[in-house]
């Protein structure tokens, strides 16, 4: 099936320890997003991209960083980890243009960060 | 700037009861509405979404919601609670822009079914 594969699951790292989560993507969908998902809260967007272009949500501090080096994968890099980032990680992509299946999101599992 | 308040962050219901979620939104352009719903360490699965067509939408496990303009809302119902329906649920907004979506989402409704 098509879908939205997201590792690892569970992530430990420790305070200050660079950590990547990745994102693969079969639906061959051109727009991936980066959600931080705190305790109890709503997804909050970090940052999406449209192909290869990067868009940047304005509150996302310095410290998160993603590549995309093709259509299929996406990565979320967090510089140095705090206690305050401890959160899930929800990756999903879109499809522009038109039909039943355009510009609906379809999410992945999500990865959980433990800080320690 | 479009935004989404859900009404209740706790719900709760006897099995076989009627769900209500409460959705409210705000849009400055016509709107795209959806409701999905999150398991335990899950993603969010799409239950239904509302673009611009009917107004009463139905989605996946039984649920519906209705697009209201004159009130800005759009609830989430079933009318028989299942004990496998316990989940966040969460209403988002999306402006229609005939590009991509940037989904902003409400805070979310834990929703409770007891026997």
């Known amino acids: 099936d098509a879908m939205v594969i997201q590792n690892p699951r569970y992530q430990v790292t420790q305070f200050g320890k660079p950590v990547t989560l990745s994102c693969s993507q079969t639906?061959?969908?051109?727009?991936m997003y980066w959600y931080q998902q705190k305790s109890s809260q709503a997804p909050k967007l970090l940052f999406h991209?449209?192909?290869?272009?990067?868009?940047n949500e304005a509150d996302t501090p310095d410290n998160f960083q993603s590549r995309r080096p093709n259509t299929s994968f996406c990565f979320l890099d967090i510089r140095s980890p705090g206690l305050g980032d401890a959160a899930m990680y929800l990756c999903?992509?879109?499809?522009?243009?038109?039909?039943?299946?355009?510009?609906?999101?379809?999410f992945g599992a999500g990865s959980r960060l433990t800080v320690l | 700037a479009q935004s989404v308040t859900q009404l209740g962050s706790h719900v709760s219901v006897s099995e076989g009861a009627l769900v209500l979620l409460r959705c409210n939104y705000s849009s400055s352009v016509p709107p795209y509405l959806f409701w999905y719903v999150q398991y335990p360490n899950q993603g969010l699965q799409l239950l239904l979404k509302y673009t611009s067509a009917a107004t009463l939408v139905k989605g996946i496990n039984g649920f519906e919601a209705e697009f209201k303009k004159s009130e800005t809302s759009f609830h989430l119902t079933k009318p028989s609670a299942h004990m496998s329906d316990a989940a966040e649920y969460f209403c988002a907004v999306t402006p229609f822009s005939g590009g991509y979506n940037k989904l902003i989402f409400g805070a979310g409704t834990r929703l409770a079914v007891h026997p």
């Open positions: 639906l061959n969908h051109n727009v």
């Open positions: 991209y449209y192909d290869k272009d990067f868009n």
């Open positions: 999903a992509t879109s499809r522009v243009g038109s039909g039943s299946g355009a510009n609906v999101l379809t």
